[in-house]
T-cell receptor, first 114, second 110 residues
């Protein structure tokens, strides 16, 4: 298996633009997580899905952030409009049994909002 | 809210030394994860444990539920062990939401 795939690996955009991050989980995994990592706050859970259904989005910072999982092999995290404080590394992870099981992380997307 | 504290924040060692990284948390948990983040940014899950001890190669993770404390040990450290090590806990009442420590930056010099 290729592991968790994220695209793009790097994204540089200007404030106010829409940003879409993409994730393909490992086949067969029922759980998908989106995390954000910054120097100030470390790793934070934004949202997670179970069987394509969003279960907990309490970590999504505000309405500018949205996430979807239209099928078992694809998820998106969208920021609209983007702001400089959104600059961070965004990780997608998947697992068979949520946080009680090993999570497999993607390589991350480094987002810079100018 | 569960607070997760790691110590030390930074650790420099010579190749071959025995390494210990500590993690303390404030409330009861159902599981604890140790993660490794490579200098290039990739994150790998090392261990998930809820009691006792686990060993994988030169890495050993222990947890003391009563004392709310976990340790990650590296025996015979090597420069390729240089990375950030992150502790994350799953609180007993949580629906799969991990709380992360800030990480420990380990540098192993040859």
């Amino acid at each position: 298996d290729a592991g968790v795939i994220q695209s793009p690996r790097h994204e540089v955009t200007e404030m106010g633009q829409e940003v879409t991050l993409r994730c393909k989980p490992i086949s067969g995994h029922d759980y998908l997580f989106w995390y954000r990592q910054t120097m100030m706050r470390g790793l934070e859970l934004l949202i997670y899905f179970n069987n394509n259904v969003p279960i907990d989005d309490s970590g999504m910072p505000e309405d500018r952030f949205s996430a979807k999982m239209p099928n078992a092999s694809f998820s998106t995290l969208k920021i609209q409009p983007s702001e400089p404080r959104d600059s961070a590394v965004y990780f997608c992870a998947s697992s068979w049994a949520g946080s009680t099981d090993t999570q497999y992380f993607g390589p991350g997307t480094r987002l810079t909002v100018l | 809210k569960n607070e997760v504290e790691q110590s030390p924040q930074n650790l420099t060692a010579q190749e071959g030394e025995f390494i210990t990284i500590n993690c303390s948390y404030s409330v009861g948990i159902s599981a604890l994860h140790w993660l490794q983040q490579h200098p290039g940014g990739g994150i790998v899950s090392l261990f998930m444990l809820s009691s006792g001890k686990k060993k994988h190669g030169r890495l050993i993770a222990t947890i003391n539920i009563q004392e709310k404390h976990s340790s990650l040990h590296i025996t015979a450290s090597h420069p390729r062990d240089s990375a950030v090590y992150i502790c994350a806990v799953l609180s007993g009442g949580s629906n799969y939401k991990l709380t992360f420590g800030k990480g420990t930056l380990l540098t192993v010099n040859p």
